[in-house]
Nanobody, 126 residues
Framework: QVQLVESGGGLVQAGDSLTLSCADS????????MAWFRQGPGLEREFVAA???????AYYADSVKGRFTISKSHANTVSLQMGTLKREDTAIYYC????????????????????WGQGTRVTVSS
């Protein structure tokens, strides 16, 4: 059973850094593609970053490229290091995991992921 739990959200000032973490507390010991999405106030959920099953390849939305880094420290744990935060980064950040027979594909759309965390709120003030 996959259970994703995010942590690390909070209130920061513009220009600060913050690291989010997501752990799968279920008994899954095989790596799968994982990703971060976010949903800002009044906005639709959008892709932020994704990482391959072995952590070897990462993908980023243009809006965060060069500022955010996604990484895997374990088959079941993914982090999102966020730097030079902007007010427009304010959102609820969701961790997602794709558990499918094929582990090669790394989607950048929400439809490609079948497990989601509850989200962690990030607020960036000016």
């Amino acid at each position: 059973q996959v259970q994703l739990v995010e942590s690390g959200g909070g209130l920061v000032q513009a220009g600060d850094s913050l690291t989010l973490s997501c752990a799968d507390s279920g008994r899954t010991f095989v790596g799968y593609p994982m990703a971060w999405f976010r949903q800002g106030p009044g906005l639709e959920r959008e892709f932020v970053a994704a990482i391959s099953w072995n952590g070897g390849t990462a993908y980023y939305a243009d809006s965060v490229k060069g500022r955010f880094t996604i990484s895997k420290s374990h088959a079941n744990t993914v982090s999102l290091q966020m730097g030079t935060l902007k007010r427009e980064d304010t959102a609820i950040y969701y961790c997602a995991k794709r558990v499918k027979e094929s582990r090669v594909e790394v989607p950048t759309t929400a439809a490609g992921y079948n497990y989601w965390g509850q989200g962690t709120r990030v607020t960036v003030s000016s």
